[in-house]
């Protein structure tokens, strides 16, 4: 299995601060990853595809790049609304895998 | 917009089989564009892929779950289903489902999921 390795577990940043997020995978996969992002008690939300692609309806202060095994997650002005949890996940060979995540707080 | 509910049991006792069935909404599930998924997630841990199904009934299961996994299709109900065997409270979790967009032929993502479902396993 490909594993992907999440940095950093936990951050904790202010309103309106630069937030960025890096996912390493095992092995090259591309550009064959997606973010997404998870509120407490609610299912994932898709906000990035094939590493770099912003998807429909998602505000445009979260990014995504990357290729190969190396990936970055950014979300240009934190807002309150982005506190939530965030995995990468690969869809370069069986079993796609996740992330193990970052928890992303206010500070 | 296409709209994904879980259904089943949510106590399961250990060594049983674990059944879910998916309910899609708002669109066919026999649109040759879309996988349909299954995700569970442990309380407080991440996310782990089970398996999905294509509307032909192709299916692809993660290997580590693969002799005890069984996904299958209702196409005149609409609905996707999960069945589990002999399961441990280790598989206690939230179980989603989930559709996976296919573009630009390889490439997918898991666009639209469901609410999820708790199930314990337990003695």
């Known amino acids: 299995d490909i594993q992907m390795t999440q940095s950093p577990s936990s951050l904790s940043a202010s309103v309106g601060d630069r937030v960025t997020i890096t996912c390493q995978a095992s092995?090259?996969?591309?550009?064959?990853l997606n973010w997404y992002q998870q509120k407490p008690g609610k299912a994932p939300k898709l906000l990035i595809y094939?590493?770099?692609n912003l998807e429909t309806g998602v505000p445009s202060r979260f990014s995504g790049s990357g290729s190969g095994t190396d990936f970055t997650f950014t979300i240009s002005s934190l807002q309150s609304e982005d506190i939530a949890t965030y995995y990468c996940?690969?869809?370069?060979?069986?079993?796609?895998?996740f992330g193990q995540g970052t928890k992303v707080e206010i500070k | 917009q296409v709209q994904l509910q879980e259904s089943g049991p949510g106590l399961v006792k250990t060594s049983q089989t674990l059944s879910l069935t998916c309910s899609v909404s708002?669109?066919?599930?026999?649109?040759?564009?879309?996988?349909w998924s299954w995700i569970r997630q442990p309380a407080g841990k991440g996310l782990e892929w089970i398996g999905r199904?294509?509307?032909?009934?192709?299916?692809n299961y993660n290997p580590s779950l693969k002799s005890r996994v069984t996904i299958s299709l209702d196409t005149s109900k609409n609905q996707f289903s999960l069945s589990l065997t002999s399961v441990t409270a280790a598989e206690s979790a939230v179980y989603y489902c989930?559709?996976?967009?296919?573009?630009?032929?390889?490439?997918?993502?898991?666009?639209?999921w469901g609410q999820g479902t708790l199930v314990t396993v337990s003695s």
């Open positions: 989930a559709r996976e967009r296919l573009s630009s032929g390889y490439k997918s993502s898991f666009d639209h």
């Open positions: 708002g669109g066919s599930i026999s649109s040759g564009m879309f996988f």
């Open positions: 199904i294509y509307t032909s009934g192709s299916t």
């Open positions: 092995q090259d996969i591309s550009n064959y």
């Open positions: 094939d590493a770099f």
């Open positions: 996940q690969h869809y370069d060979t069986f079993p796609w895998t």
